[in-house]
């Protein structure tokens, strides 16, 4: 394949996340994209081709661009040095990947819509993957696990706001999360889904504990009030084990 197209197609995948991240949390269906500024509508040629928003000359966010620089890079690498699944698979996978991280990222919002639609396209590439056993049991096992966790997450949730005495509907851990764990164990399958979550919640602390440290020294941290979006860090252990597996598990257990 032409090193023009793969970064054509990588592009085109970036734009199709961008697309999706600007419409579905705001719109709930496949829509014209709105102006986030004055919630006009784009034009076609306008928002096709990155331009200021006609009515009150916003401009694009540097997220529509970071994505796009991502979508060709990954291409590119993915090009480069194909895994064993093959491109295109990889291809949608990671595309699938950029829409649930930017809507999570934005929005604190995993949709039901979004997890829906990824069940169904990874329990045929979960069985072509590993099969319909490990499949189905990935599905839930991840389901199951971060369930628990929701209910611990919904009782601290609680107990905040009766701390707070406020009830801002705020959620240590939201159901999405419970939904996109049950999709992400539906494709990398067991025992790969206890990996995934246990290298989601390690990072997700890491990263909250970073979060804690700073807000200490700027003298900023309440810790009735940090919470972290926990969408991007599952799909990062799901990344890792579907891409880097063996040196993930070199890593964590040696040999």
Request: aromatic letters at 12%; a positive charge.
């Amino acid at each position: 394949m032409d090193i023009l197209l793969v970064l054509l197609l990588g592009l085109a995948c970036a734009f199709l996340v961008n697309y999706l991240s600007d419409v579905l949390p705001i719109q709930r269906k496949l829509a014209t994209p709105t102006c986030p500024s004055c919630q006009a509508h784009f034009q076609a040629v306008n928002y096709l081709t990155l331009g200021v928003c006609r009515s009150c000359k916003t401009r694009r966010s540097v997220r529509t661009f970071l994505v796009l620089i991502l979508g060709a890079l990954v291409a590119l690498a993915l090009w480069t040095w194909p895994p064993d699944m093959g491109f295109w698979l990889a291809l949608v996978i990671l595309t699938y990947f950029g829409v649930v991280t930017v809507i999570d990222i934005e929005h604190r919002l995993i949709m039901h819509m979004v997890s829906l639609a990824g069940a169904i396209l990874f329990i045929p590439i979960g069985i072509f993957l590993h099969g319909w056993q490990s499949t189905l049991l990935g599905g839930l096992v991840g389901g199951g696990v971060m369930l628990l966790f929701y209910f611990v997450g919904t009782w601290f949730a609680k107990y905040r706001a009766r701390k707070r005495g406020i009830d801002d509907d705020e959620e240590a851990l939201g159901f999405g999360d419970v939904t996109i764990s049950t999709v992400l164990g539906l494709l990398v399958g067991w025992p790969n889904i206890a990996l995934t979550l246990l290298l989601g919640i390690l990072l997700g602390g890491l990263v909250s504990l970073l979060m804690i440290v700073g807000l200490t020294l700027l003298r900023r941290y309440d810790p009735m009030n940090v919470f972290t979006a926990y969408g991007p860090f599952l799909i990062a252990g799901a990344t890792m084990m579907l891409f880097f597996r063996d040196t993930v598990l070199k890593m964590l257990f040696g040999g």
